[in-house]
């Protein structure tokens, strides 16, 4: 049971914490965290959501699915996502570590692009390591939410 402080807290907080979770995750290149604080507290926000208003509103409003009102949630399917986006999330950092392999270049080698004049940063540099960061940020969101949900149905 949630009250109405906690839900409109929820909804004051949550949007600050993905906005705060996608600068650190564009900012992780260069600087300490990337995808793996940016998982974190992305995770956070979605821990944030459950608690304040419930699994069936997870489903519907944040994942986009059908949920029947009626019915008691199915904590299994929502387990079964979060298993699948560690999945391709370990997939994804995997792939990209391999990839330089390829072109004779030693295991997770990057490179990057500069962009200039981008608003608000004004410059900004795209590396290769991005894929891995979303890996990782992928795994740490999906792992996360599968301790979550396991435990919090217990």
Known sequence: MTTVIMRTTARAVVPIIFVVAASLFVE????????????????????????????????????????????????????????????YGLAIAVTSGIVPLLF?????TQTFVEFEDV????????????????????VVVGGLLTILSV???E
């Open 104 to 108: 004779d270049r030693p295991f997770l």
């Open 28 to 87: 992780g290149h260069n600087l300490p965290g990337g995808g793996f604080i940016a998982g974190v507290l992305t995770t956070t926000a979605f821990a944030i959501i459950y608690l304040a208003f419930g699994l069936d509103f997870l489903e519907r409003g944040v994942l986009g699915r059908d949920v029947d009102l009626g019915k008691e949630t199915s904590r299994d399917r929502v387990v079964v996502a979060y298993r699948r986006l560690f999945e």
């Open 151 to 153: 435990v919090g149905a």
């Open 119 to 138: 608003p608000i940063y004004h410059h900004v540099e795209i590396a290769s390591a991005l894929a891995f960061d979303f890996g990782v940020f992928c």
